[in-house]
């Protein structure tokens, strides 16, 4: 592909090509390490589920090529819907878009790659989860994104564990680069993914972080390798410890009134859904955060 180059701050054109095959090979590492737990799920019938993968290309204004990407979704055993993207895209902001986003008022022209997951499970003793990380170009240049955890019934102890123990991969991928970036991210987290029209949280939240620019573009691309890292060895551990516990009817009928929070945040309020409608993006890839199956009381 010939990525069409924005006036971006050298340092960030240097890094969109590392920063594009970064999200496409962790993309491909995260699928594997899904289809692996669909593998040993043998408590459950039928055949483990596979990705399927759907590449998609994004037409430009000007009819050239803008870029594109690859939906890949599994509905599995364990895994009822999940949606791990990758898309590189390019070409230019609307004008009332363009006055929204960092030094795109006098320059429309944009350049963005990045990797978005939400995992949707079957048991209501496995936590929901989203992921993503993120380049963005274009007079000025930022990476960000961020991970979190949404669990059923988040006021129990297990949920509670499950949390612990994603916040702290989470809180060691921070510390080993500004130790003001786990209390920030997390504050910022918990403000972000929040329901104002129900008062209440989407989950038990994680990290999020926007237009990171340290002053160091290495070291911020650094950092959200490793916030996919510790996103890997965190989350496929927490679904293999509690895969296997038995669940009711009545609580998976909770579990898919609690989806319910999900489907109105990121209709309602979400960042990257906004993002991907303004700038011309799959339709198909962009709502694969929706769960397949859901309840409102």
């Known amino acids: 592909m010939n990525d069409r180059q924005t006036p971006s701050p050298r340092t960030h054109l240097a890094l969109q090509q590392p920063a594009r095959a970064w999200f496409e090979t962790l993309q491909g590492r995260i699928c594997a390490a899904f289809e692996a737990i669909e593998d040993m799920a043998t408590f459950a019938g039928g055949e483990p589920g596979r990705f399927v993968a759907s590449p998609w290309?994004?037409?430009?204004?000007?009819?050239?090529?803008?870029?594109?990407?690859?939906m890949r979704v599994m509905r599995g055993r364990v895994f009822e819907k999940v949606g791990v993207n990758v898309s590189t895209v390019w070409g230019e902001f609307s004008a009332d878009f363009a006055a929204q986003i960092p030094g795109a008022a006098a320059d429309r022209r944009f350049w963005a790659s990045g990797i978005s997951l939400v995992a949707h499970m079957r048991s209501p003793r496995v936590p929901a989860v989203h992921m993503n990380t993120r380049l963005i170009v274009t007079t000025e240049g930022w990476f960000a994104g961020g991970a979190d955890i949404t669990p059923a019934y988040p006021e129990s102890e297990a949920a509670q564990a499950d949390a612990a123990a994603f916040h702290a991969r989470l809180r060691a991928a921070c510390d080993s680069f500004d130790p003001s970036y786990y209390p920030r991210f997390k504050d910022w987290c918990d403000r972000y993914f929040y329901l104002p029209h129900r008062g209440e949280a989407r989950g038990l939240g994680g990290i999020f972080y926007d237009h990171l620019r340290s002053g160091d573009a290495d070291a911020d691309f650094a950092f959200t390798r490793a916030v996919g890292e510790a996103f890997?060895?965190?989350?496929?551990?927490?679904?293999?410890?509690?895969?296997?516990?038995?669940?009711?009817?009545a609580e998976r009928e909770h579990l898919l009134v609690r989806r319910g929070r999900y489907v109105e945040f990121n209709l309602l309020y979400d960042r990257g859904t906004l993002f991907g409608l303004k700038t011309g993006g799959n339709i198909e890839a962009i709502l694969m955060s929706l769960p397949p199956e859901v309840r409102w009381p």
């Open 57 to 70: 290309r994004r037409p430009h204004e000007a009819g050239e090529d803008g870029g594109g990407g690859e």
């Open 232 to 249: 890997l060895a965190a989350y496929p551990e927490i679904v293999r410890q509690r895969m296997h516990e038995s669940w009711t009817k």
